[in-house]
């Protein structure tokens, strides 16, 4: 079931284009993303191979999203309408949810480097467990430092060590 889902993300030559659609899961619906459904099409047709995307949209939008892989994010951030804690992470769905859906992957956040980083990296793990018992691939977003880490976190040995 794993090499089914990873063919249907990854091209016949083991490349692949990913556009996140999850932009609005802390911002709100932001330009140009106010028609879901117009957006998901634009991508489609310019030659996408997977789209990532929250559960809400991977449900209501499940026909325009057949033709390309679909990744599901698993957790998200505080809204930006209170003070932002820099890495305060709720984990919404998991991987039976996602299979549920049809999804052909899992995405998951962690926040090395950060305050939180043990607890992230610990539900990265068990997710992962999880997933991988249903068959089920998983992305690790690695954001280092959390949300609002310094520039020195944003290098590329943070970044390496990171991955």
Do not use: W, Y
Not at 58 to 67: I, P, V, Y
Not at 84 to 98: I, K, T, V
């Amino acid at each position: 079931m794993t090499i089914r889902r990873l063919n249907r993300i990854f091209a016949s030559d083991g490349r692949t284009v990913i556009i996140a659609l999850d932009h609005g899961l802390i911002d709100g619906p932001c330009e140009g993303f106010k028609d879901v459904g117009a957006t998901i099409a634009a991508v489609v047709a310019g030659g996408a191979d997977a789209i990532l995307t929250s559960f809400g949209i991977a449900e209501k939008f499940a026909t325009e999203l057949s033709r390309v892989g679909l990744i599901v994010r698993s957790d998200g951030a505080e809204t930006n309408l209170g003070t932002a804690s820099g890495g305060s992470l709720g984990q919404f769905f998991g991987p039976a949810d996602a299979v549920r859906l049809g999804a052909d992957a899992l995405v998951v956040t962690a926040l090395p480097g950060s305050d939180k980083e043990a607890a992230t990296l610990e539900n990265l793990a068990h997710t992962t467990a999880e997933a991988h018992r249903l068959g089920l691939p998983v992305l690790g977003e690695m954001v280092p430092g959390g949300f609002n880490g310094g520039p020195e976190l944003r290098g590329t040995h943070a970044v390496a060590l990171a991955a």
